[in-house]
C-alpha cells in the first residue's frame, strides 16, 4: 500500500516551532488547491479556500478536567497545518461545541456538527458514554469523528478512528505487567459507574481470574462522586496487592487526597495503585504529592525523552502556556487532525467514503508517542508504557513493549 512521504525530525528548534513541528508531520509541504467539485461531491462545508470541521468535547462540568486538554491539543494541530499551508491547498475552520460532560447534549451537539454545520470530520468526545451516544448520530449521517481516548474495545465503526488504545494494549498489558513485576495475586477493582469503566473492569477480570489470581472487591461511584472514605476502608480490609483505579474526571482529586489522608502510601510495595485513566492533565487537579508512586498504563506521558515528542510539548507550551502539562489523551486527541488530513491527501478529496478508504495504513512516524499506523479495523498500532507518578506531577517510564502491539478491538474469551 502507497502512503505519503513522511518527514525526519527536525533537530534544532527556533521561536517558530510551531510551524516546524508541523512541518514534521507534513505528508507533503506543498498541496495544490483542487477544484471543490473534484473533492467535494457530497455538500460538505469545504470552498476553494476552506474547510469546516468540528470539535466536541466537554469544556465545563466534570470531565472538563480532563477533555480540556484535547481541545487545545485538536487547535494546535489545526493551527500548525494551517501555517504549512492547510489541507489541498485549504485553510481549516473549526465550530467548537460543548458537550457539557452531559451524554444527551454530545449526541444533540453532533448532528448540529453534520447536519447544519456540514462539517468535513469531527475530533471529539472523551467518555465511553459520550461516544456511544454520538455513535448512532455519525453512522446515520456518514460523519466522520476521531475518537482520542484509551477505552473498552468491542467496538468497531467506518465511521470512528480510534486514536487512543483498546483494552488488549492497555489493561490486559498494563495486567501482565504488575503480575511479572510486583508479584501480584489480589486485585481490588474500583471505577466510576459508566460504560467504560465497567466493562473495562470486566475484561480485568476476566484477565486476572485466566491467570489463577483473584479479585478481592469491585466497587463503582458515580460521576462527580467526591466521597470516597468507604471503599477505601473497605481496601484496607481486604488488603488488596493491586488497586486497580478507573475513577474518572474531577472524582480523582477527590479520590487521591483521600486515600493519601487515610494512610495508603503509594511509594510502598503494597498496595500498588494502577491507573489507566489519570493522566497528566488530571494529576494537575490532583496534585503531584496525592498521588507519588502509583503506576499507569497507557501509551504516552509528556516526558518521553524522543526529538519528536520534545518538539511537541516545546509547541504545546508555546500555545498555552508553561506551566501547561500533556496526557495521553491529549496527544490522542492531537494525532487526529494530522490523521484526517493525511487521509485527506492520500484520497484527494473530502468526501467521508473517500476517505474511509484511504485511512488504513496511514502512518506517521513522527507522532510525540513514536511510529503510530492506522489498522483496518480503525484502530492505531502502539507501543504501551508503564509509568511511575512523581511528586512533580509527571510520569516516569518504566516499561514499554519493544514492538508496536496490532489493536484487537475483539479479544477472544474476554467478550
Not at 510551531?18 to 495544490?32: E, Q, V, W
Not at 489541507?87 to 461545541?97: D, S, T
Amino acid at each position: 500500500m502507497n502512503t505519503p512521504p513522511l518527514i525526519k525530525p527536525l533537530k534544532r528548534f527556533t521561536r517558530r516551532s510551531c510551524i516546524h513541528l508541523a512541518a514534521i508531520f507534513a505528508t507533503s509541504l506543498l498541496t495544490p488547491a483542487i477544484a471543490g467539485a473534484e473533492v467535494n461531491t457530497t455538500g460538505l462545508a469545504v470552498t476553494d479556500k476552506d474547510v469546516t470541521v468540528g470539535i466536541l468535547h466537554s469544556v465545563t462540568g466534570t470531565m472538563a478536567i480532563s477533555e480540556t486538554g484535547s481541545v487545545q491539543a485538536e487547535k494546535l494541530a489545526i493551527k500548525q497545518i494551517n501555517e504549512m499551508g492547510g489541507v489541498l491547498g485549504r485553510q481549516i475552520k473549526y465550530i467548537q461545541e460543548d458537550g457539557a460532560s452531559d451524554w444527551p447534549t454530545f449526541a444533540e451537539k453532533s448532528k448540529k456538527l453534520l447536519v447544519n454545520d456540514k462539517v468535513a470530520a469531527v475530533f471529539g468526545c472523551w467518555t465511553s458514554a459520550s461516544r456511544k451516544a454520538v455513535l448512532p448520530v455519525f453512522e446515520q449521517y456518514n460523519g466522520m469523528l476521531y475518537y482520542p481516548t484509551f477505552y473498552e474495545g468491542l467496538e468497531q465503526s467506518p465511521n470512528v478512528i480510534y486514536t487512543g488504545q483498546e483494552a488488549t494494549q492497555q489493561i490486559i498489558a498494563g495486567i501482565d505487567w504488575v503480575v511479572k513485576e510486583k508479584g501480584a495475586k489480589k486485585f481490588f477493582l474500583l471505577g466510576s459507574d459508566y460504560i467504560w469503566p465497567r466493562t473495562s473492569n470486566k475484561i480485568a477480570r476476566k484477565h486476572i481470574e485466566k491467570l489463577g489470581l483473584k479479585v478481592v472487591g469491585e466497587e463503582y461511584y458515580p460521576l462527580g462522586h467526591t466521597q470516597f472514605n468507604s471503599v477505601i476502608n473497605k481496601i484496607k480490609l481486604k488488603k488488596p496487592d493491586v488497586i486497580y483505579a478507573i475513577v474518572v474526571g474531577g472524582s480523582n482529586v477527590a479520590f487521591y487526597k483521600q486515600l493519601k489522608a487515610a494512610g495508603i502510601d503509594m511509594t510502598k510495595e503494597k498496595p500498588v495503585l494502577l491507573t489507566i485513566s489519570v493522566t497528566e492533565d488530571e494529576i494537575r487537579g490532583i496534585g503531584g504529592e496525592n498521588i507519588d508512586g502509583a503506576y499507569a498504563a497507557m501509551k504516552y506521558f509528556q516526558s518521553l525523552p524522543n526529538d519528536n515528542n520534545k518538539a511537541f510539548v516545546k509547541a504545546f507550551k508555546e500555545m498555552w502556556g508553561d506551566d501547561i502539562v500533556i496526557g495521553d489523551v491529549t496527544q490522542a486527541a492531537y494525532l487526529g487532525p494530522w490523521l484526517w488530513k493525511a487521509a485527506v491527501e492520500k484520497a484527494g478529496s473530502f468526501d467521508i467514503d473517500k476517505i474511509r478508504a484511504a485511512s488504513p495504513g496511514i502512518e506517521l512516524t513522527t507522532a510525540p508517542e513514536g511510529y503510530v499506523r492506522i489498522h483496518e479495523n480503525h484502530h492505531l498500532w502502539s507501543k504501551t508504557r508503564v509509568g511511575l507518578a512523581g511528586k512533580d506531577g509527571q510520569y516516569k517510564v518504566v516499561y514499554e513493549t519493544k514492538e508496536l502491539m496490532e489493536p484487537d478491538p475483539f479479544p477472544k474469551g474476554y467478550q
